[in-house]
């Protein structure tokens, strides 16, 4: 069998739900990466601009900073690693499926995992049978190694946990610059608040950003509202949307992958082995 045979076989056996959630979980972690680096940057600057003069007030900030950038270069590594793992687990366990409900003809990959994961026959028959091709002997092996779809399950589960509460922390940025934009708003347009302009404060302190020693750690007034207004800010509050957004597409990719493994696996198990759950 030709290889252009084999791809075009194996693509009738599609799996959808894994394709729409691979696309999803690179764009979305594309996007967290990628905004929330250029993000936590223009943080960098826009405290050690407005409100804080001296370096030893905001170096541990730095250096946190510094280390989440490192991690979202390995985050990102990861992801779009396990996505395609996933992807191809994907591609062979619905081919499994497929194969046991009769829905197209069982192609080379998916021989390799129906024999694995049901249990199937491993063995080729005589030796007067032609001798296996080595595009077939690749995808027996990855049929063997991709066998596992509860080894699957269970690291995608895990890992949704883990990652809703990385949606959860980059929320956190995203309220604090939303409560500055809020303030600026009241102070550029005062008839909307009975307090006095001058009050109307951005306190970094208050969120943890800065100690509490910090000078002068908060801007109030006319000045607030000037840093509002600043091309900084205003692409900093964006880029962290944009990274709350991604981050809520890769959670969402997760638990599509997550749905479509536990199916295929229980698929599997009930029908190849008939397991009792």
């Not at 129906?114 to 199937?120: F, K, M, N, R, Y």
């Not at 491993?122 to 027996?140: D, F, M, N, W, Y």
């Not at 063997?144 to 949606?167: C, E, M, N, R, S």
């Not at 957004?245 to 229980?266: D, R």
Request: hydrophobic share 45%.
């Amino acid at each position: 069998m030709s290889l252009l045979e084999c791809c075009a076989r194996c693509l009738v056996g599609a799996p959808f739900a894994s394709l729409v959630a691979t696309g999803l979980c690179f764009f979305g972690v594309a996007l967290f990466c990628g905004c929330g680096h250029e993000a936590l940057t223009g943080t960098e600057k826009l405290i050690e601009t407005y409100f804080s003069k001296n370096y030893q007030d905001y170096e541990y900030l730095i250096n946190v900073i510094h280390a989440f950038q490192y991690v979202i270069y390995g985050t990102a590594s990861f992801f779009f690693l396990y996505g395609a793992l996933l992807l191809a687990e994907g591609f062979y366990t619905t081919g499994a499926v497929r194969q046991i409900f009769g829905d197209y003809k069982t192609t080379i990959c998916g021989k390799g995992l129906s024999a694995t994961v049901t249990g199937g026959q491993k063995g080729r028959g005589s030796r007067g049978q032609h001798q296996a091709h080595s595009l077939e002997r690749v995808c027996h092996c990855l049929g063997k190694w991709l066998g596992h779809p509860d080894k699957f399950v269970g690291i995608t589960y895990a890992l949704t946990v883990v990652w809703l509460l990385v949606f959860a922390c980059s929320a956190v940025p995203v309220y604090i610059y939303f409560n500055t934009w809020t303030t600026c708003q009241s102070i550029a347009f005062p008839s909307k608040t009975s307090a006095s302009i001058g009050s109307l404060c951005a306190d970094a302190r208050m969120y943890g950003v800065l100690p509490w020693n910090a000078f002068p750690g908060k801007v109030c007034g006319s000045n607030l509202l000037s840093i509002c207004k600043t091309a900084e800010f205003q692409m900093t509050f964006h880029l962290f949307i944009a990274a709350f957004v991604g981050a809520a597409a890769t959670l969402v990719s997760l638990l599509t992958f997550m749905i479509a493994a536990t199916y295929n696996f229980a698929v599997l198990k009930l029908m190849g082995r008939g397991t009792k759950f």
